[in-house]
């Protein structure tokens, strides 16, 4: 089964930058909808942006839109999330999740990688 590995979190400052990768232990990420996901303590996991693999316009939530950008890189196999301008409530583990066609929605996770920004 395809693995993926979520890298490039840290400890920022707030209005500062980071970028995360997600890369696959296959060259499916161009196929198949990519999402990047967030779960902050005692919160409930939720989508922050998310892909199509047929390359239409990314979805975002609106606690993110205009300050984080989904993009996939040249490798068919790295997707990353560019975060702009964070802000502590941006704080959490974020995940990247791949939706292949085997039933149920994302079902494949990486580990996560943990953001924290402070003020």
């Known amino acids: 089964q395809v693995q993926l590995a979520e890298s490039g979190g840290g400890v920022v400052q707030a209005g500062g930058s980071l970028r995360l990768s997600c890369t696959a232990s296959e060259a499916i990420l161009n196929r198949y909808p990519i999402g990047w996901f967030r779960q902050a303590p005692g919160k409930e996991r939720e989508s922050v942006a998310a892909i199509s693999g047929g390359g239409g316009s990314p979805n975002y939530a609106d606690s993110v839109k205009g300050r984080f950008t989904i993009s996939r890189g040249n490798a068919r196999n790295t997707v990353y999330l560019q975060m702009n301008n964070l802000k502590p409530e941006d704080t959490a583990v974020y995940y990247c999740?791949?939706?292949?066609?085997?039933?149920?929605?994302?079902?494949?996770w990486g580990q996560g990688t943990q953001v924290t920004v402070f003020s």
């Open positions: 999740a791949v939706d292949t066609p085997t039933p149920g929605p994302w079902d494949v």
